[in-house]
């Protein structure tokens, strides 16, 4: 599963790719010289654990690699943390490698993964650390609104469909 954009392309995830994540084997991936970052190693070692899930075509709801389409590394990761809810809400999450932050890559990521979800979801969620100003500015060109603070967490949330539309 493979989401395009101008610059980058969003794909699920696989269990070998996470196993060479959490094992830190280089030999064969086409990564930057920065990925995998810790986050990716944590987020890599729960799917392998059954944390999170891994996208197929019949669901979708999982963990992705960002790849820049010019090089074909992967910059950074991107995925849902679970399905949507019954009131349609989706949280995601991102991160990108610092050799490769402030050009965009971010937002580029987190819009096509929000258009993404749209047909099969109401809201998507997201939430940043209190300091991550970064992250804040990522969610706010991407159309969140932040809705709240908890434990130093800002809780951040964007409509990305009509409340009539149903469910499936």
Known sequence: ??????????????P??????VAGVRT????????PTPNDVRIAAGAL???????????PWGVFAIDESSSGCSVGGIGFKSAPNERGEVEIG????????GRGVATE?????????????????AETDRENVA?????????FQSVGETDGLIR???????ADIPLE
Do not use: N
């Open 1 to 14: 599963m493979i989401i395009a954009t101008t610059r980058l392309l969003i794909r699920a995830l696989t």
């Open 16 to 21: 070998v790719e996470a196993e060479a994540i």
């Open 28 to 35: 064969g991936q086409s990564w930057v010289s920065d990925f």
């Open 49 to 59: 654990a059954g944390d999170v899930s891994f996208p197929t075509a019949t669901m």
């Open 94 to 101: 991102y991160g990108i490698c610092h050799s490769c932050q």
């Open 109 to 125: 990521a987190v819009v096509a993964l929000c258009d993404f979800a749209q047909p099969r979801a109401r809201v998507v969620l």
């Open 135 to 143: 992250s804040q500015r990522v969610l706010e060109k991407s159309g």
């Open 156 to 162: 951040w949330r964007k409509e990305i469909s009509a």
